[in-house]
């Protein structure tokens, strides 16, 4: 599945971006895999769009939970401001100006995806979809 030049392109992006501070390269590490992966799935991929990510972060879809028929069903409309579950159980904002320790953890960053797309969706999200809801979050 890695090819050896996805495998290079994701280490000189690493390496390139040794000089920011740790979340910031922590996250675009993340970006850059999933890029890798996107233009696995797509060779016309371009690059990861903020706006994509706010359309998708607030589209309704049917495949999922009935419940959790989109992103802000439980995260709020404004990412910057705490969501809530169906159970009430508040979630902390999803947007990185308010919250600086999200996605630093590429492991928790999947488990969660993971989980809120099966919810979401009925499915799992393509690499093209993590990257844009992604870089609506680092956008706002």
Sequence with gaps: MNS?????????IALSLAALPP????????LADYA?????????????????GEAFHRKRFAGGKPDSPACTSCHA?????AGRTPAGKTIDAVAV???STRY?????????????CQDVLGR???AQEKGDWLSYMLSR
């Design 4 to 12: 050896p030049q996805a495998s290079l392109l994701t280490l000189a």
């Design 104 to 116: 630093l953890d590429p492991a928790k960053v999947e488990k969660w995806f993971r989980r809120n």
């Design 97 to 99: 100006s308010v919250s």
């Design 124 to 126: 799992e999200c393509r």
């Design 23 to 30: 979340g910031a390269a922590a996250r675009d590490v993340l």
């Design 36 to 52: 890798v992966t996107a233009k696995k799935d797509d060779p016309a991929f371009a690059g990861f769009s903020a706006a994509r």
């Design 77 to 81: 409309d404004d990412p910057r401001a």
